[in-house]
């Protein structure tokens, strides 16, 4: 670490320089950060201008103070492009982290009322895959999913554990969908789906519904909730 400057905006420069060593993967992901002492003999600044560098670090999420075990660099958010199905899985890749689900229940059910209603069924029994999403050893994602079971035979029995879900519908079974609706909402996370994503300190999330239609019929209805510390949404608009 170098030394800076003394000037009005030396904290910022403190902050730009431990930003980029933290984004080009010099600090890792999880790893300790010297003190703030440490930082002050290593800069050669006062405590107040390291405070206000750090403050400004977990402004941006990019670092975590814990009481009486110090800060540590917090993993980096994945930046999901919602153009497609299977983009959360690909997504995770291009983070360099390894996708996989921990599946906590698969299995053929009659529909609730509340499914009944939003897939517009009767009497159709449903796949329901409630499973929580990885990257890496870190869980990110809680979802459930419901199919009509019919057109997918066997689906409750295989392996989905490291698989592209929407990749086996469409080679194994010939599910192309035509369309698709998701709505985003802005939500906190109870203590079940904290426990599940094993968060601590940040209760902040997004409820996401999804629907999928398939030969004129809604063939997906899921809820899924996300991590607001670990997502950043784009959508790429094209003419």
């Known amino acids: 670490m170098s030394k800076i400057k003394k000037n009005n905006s030396h904290y910022?420069?403190?902050?730009?320089?431990?930003?980029?060593?933290?984004?080009?993967?010099?600090?890792?992901?999880f790893e300790k950060l010297p003190t703030e002492m440490q930082l002050c003999e290593n800069y050669?600044?006062?405590?107040?201008?390291?405070?206000?560098?750090?403050?400004?670090?977990?402004?941006?999420?990019?670092?975590?103070?814990?009481?009486?075990?110090?800060?540590?660099?917090?993993?980096?958010?994945?930046?999901?492009?919602k153009s497609g199905l299977n983009k959360l899985f690909d997504d995770i890749k291009k983070s360099g982290k390894t996708p996989y689900s921990k599946i906590l229940s698969i299995?053929?059910?009659?529909?609730?009322?509340?499914?009944?209603?939003?897939?517009?069924?009767?009497?159709?029994?449903?796949?329901?895959?409630?499973?929580?999403?990885?990257?890496?050893?870190?869980?990110?994602?809680?979802?459930?999913?419901?199919?009509?079971?019919?057109?997918l035979p066997g689906l409750e029995k295989m392996d989905l554990s490291d698989k592209k879900l929407y990749d086996i519908l469409e080679k194994k079974y010939g599910i192309v969908f035509e369309k698709g609706i998701e709505k985003f909402r802005p939500c906190i996370l109870n203590d079940d789906l904290q426990k599940l994503m094993k968060i601590k300190n940040?209760?902040?999330?997004?409820?996401?519904?999804?629907?999928?239609?398939?030969?004129?019929?809604i063939f997906e209805y899921t809820l899924a909730y996300i991590r607001g510390d670990r997502f950043i949404y784009t959508t790429e608009y094209k003419k």
Request: proline letters at 3%.
């Open 107 to 151: 299995g053929i059910f009659s529909p609730t009322e509340e499914i009944q209603e939003q897939m517009e069924i009767t009497t159709e029994n449903v796949l329901i895959i409630e499973w929580v999403r990885y990257a890496d050893n870190e869980p990110i994602l809680y979802e459930k999913i419901h199919f009509l079971a019919e057109k």
């Open 12 to 29: 910022e420069k403190i902050y730009k320089e431990l930003k980029k060593s933290i984004e080009k993967g010099k600090i890792k992901e």
């Open 44 to 81: 050669d600044v006062s405590r107040i201008t390291i405070r206000k560098a750090l403050e400004k670090l977990e402004q941006d999420n990019l670092i975590q103070k814990i009481r009486g075990k110090g800060t540590f660099v917090t993993p980096m958010p994945i930046v999901q492009n």
């Open 202 to 217: 940040c209760n902040l999330g997004m409820e996401i519904e999804k629907k999928l239609w398939f030969n004129n019929k």
